[in-house]
């Protein structure tokens, strides 16, 4: 269970209801939080601009993505987990390498915020 206060995403048992591991990082709060499939990783996104990769076990930043320019309202893995879409208030979507943050490819040419997207498997 993903519990999101300002800018802390905090994890927990949800048999116990005990929290298990804190994500701490970002400097706004928190638009969005979603884990991997495996439950190993969790993704946010932040009105401080960036989107963050943790790792949920030990709360610790393993990847900040940064380029946009106005709070980014939405992160979500590719189904192989190569790679994270992020939306914006800037009105636009970008496209990230998970493993080291590189933006692949940025999506213009939108009037207004962007406030979701997905990555197919193909």
């Known amino acids: 269970l993903i519990i999101l206060c300002n800018g802390t995403v905090r994890l927990h048992d949800i048999l116990t209801s ?4 804190r994500c701490e990082g970002h400097s706004g709060a928190i638009c969005s939080a979603t884990m991997s499939p495996d439950g ?8 401080d601009t960036t989107a ?5 076990e030990t709360g610790d930043c393993r990847v900040t993505f940064e380029g946009h320019c106005k709070a980014v309202c939405s992160a979500r893995f590719s189904p192989d987990l190569q790679r994270v879409i992020t939306t914006s208030h800037d009105c ?3 496209l990230f390498e998970a493993s080291s943050g590189a ?3 940025t999506f213009e040419g939108h009037s207004a915020t ?3 997207a997905s990555l197919s498997a193909d």
């Open 52 to 56: 963050k990769l943790f790792y949920a």
């Open 40 to 47: 190993s990783l969790v993704l946010t996104a932040s009105k």
């Open 114 to 116: 962007v406030h979701s």
């Open 103 to 105: 933006c692949v490819c």
């Open 92 to 94: 636009t979507a970008k």
């Open 18 to 21: 005990k929290c298990v591991s």
